[in-house]
């Protein structure tokens, strides 16, 4: 009779087994459910940017971005999701989103924000390598100094929040030269 | 005497421990079926995430052959949405993408269709919708829309657009 389980010890085995054990495979699943919307989310978020940076792209080599050539800083969630931004500089985007595709892409996303930015580009005699240098010092000091007036370094930032409201953000640089030669 | 009545009382069960025993038996099968229920759930999303991936590749393919064309032969470039892409590649071959009439997403290679008798690669199983477009501003760049169902039936939107860098004129 001793050796058998009371009906006590296997209520309390039971309980402590479902305790123990419910937390961790309800974290199992609910981590696995959200990376994989994550991923779903991460998949949409960056076909828009490419979408995005290839049209910026296109605009400067159209010679169509004169805007390209200043620094500045601008939100472009309501080109991307409506189309629509009332901005006179953004009208390239706003085409391009005026199909909704960007709301369609976006539909399981709750909280987003995207910004399209350019800054100076820099660049110093350590990025040349070594075996690229002339010996003409004074004249790759020129090159570098025409790159650096001519180019512009251009970035498109989306930012999302997930379901458990974490933050993530993608973003895709672009290196261009946006003055033509003279 | 004394002992058989304690015996046959032993062998049966008190109304108490029969609804503990259910209780327990309840407890351990609804734990079962999470299990099973949310095992249930990660495999179709797993499934979920591959068919999502499979597009990207696709999209991934599509622009790579996309950007080396050296003419678009179709749509034109009137900011209007098509339902088919026309393209000549670098080597000079004919292109198309296009959905059929049983929601798969093609591309075909019509030079490789003649020669080798190569059937369409398949972009993306059922395709709800597929559009192509060409801004009046920006003749070389070409976007498009797809939209798919995943495995739960939930319609997913890729939207992207490329550059076409090789256009001769």
């Known amino acids: 009779m001793k050796k058998a389980f009371s009906l006590v010890e296997l209520l309390v085995a039971v309980a402590v087994f479902s305790i123990a054990g419910l937390p961790i495979f309800s974290l199992y699943f609910n981590t696995g459910l959200g990376q994989q919307k994550l991923i779903r989310d991460f998949l949409a978020v960056t ?45 390239f985007l706003d085409n391009s989103f005026v199909d909704k595709s960007g709301e369609a892409a976006f539909r399981y996303i709750q909280h987003s924000e995207s910004r399209f930015s350019t800054t ?63 | 005497m004394n002992r058989q009545i304690m015996n046959h009382k032993n062998s049966g069960m008190t109304m108490l421990e029969l609804i503990i025993y259910a209780a327990i038996s309840i407890l351990i099968g609804g734990f079962m079926l999470n299990l099973l229920w949310g095992g249930k759930n990660v495999e179709t999303g797993r499934k979920r995430l591959g068919i ?60 490789e269709l003649k020669r080798e008798k190569r059937p369409p690669y398949l972009l993306a199983h059922k395709t709800l919708d597929f559009y192509v477009s060409r801004p009046e501003d920006a003749q070389d760049y070409v976007q498009y829309f797809i939209q798919i169902l995943d495995e739960k039936e939930l319609p997913f939107v890729l939207s992207d657009g490329i550059s076409v860098k090789n256009i001769i004129r």
């Open chain 1, 120 to 182: 100076p580009f820099t660049i110093t005699k350590g990025s040349v390598p070594a075996s690229h240098r002339s010996n003409n010092p004074e004249l790759l000091q020129e090159v570098l100094t025409s790159i650096e007036k001519r180019s512009k370094l251009l970035e498109v930032t989306t930012q999302w929040r997930d379901t458990s409201r974490i933050l993530h953000d993608f973003n895709v640089i672009l290196i261009k030269a946006v003055v033509p030669e003279s």
């Open chain 1, 47 to 91: 076909t828009v940017t490419e979408k995005v940076i290839n049209r910026v792209n296109q605009e400067i080599e159209e010679q169509n971005l004169p805007m390209a050539r200043f620094n500045f800083d601008k939100n472009i969630s309501n080109s991307i999701t409506k189309g629509q931004s009332q901005d006179p500089d953004l009208k």
């Open chain 2, 52 to 111: 999502l991936q499979d597009l990207r590749i696709s999209s991934l393919k599509m622009n790579r052959e996309l950007t080396q064309a050296t003419e678009i032969l179709f749509p034109p470039p009137d900011g209007k949405k098509y339902s088919q892409l026309a393209f000549l590649t670098c080597e000079g071959e004919l292109v198309v993408i296009f959905l059929d009439d049983k929601q798969n997403l093609n591309m075909l290679n019509y030079d």
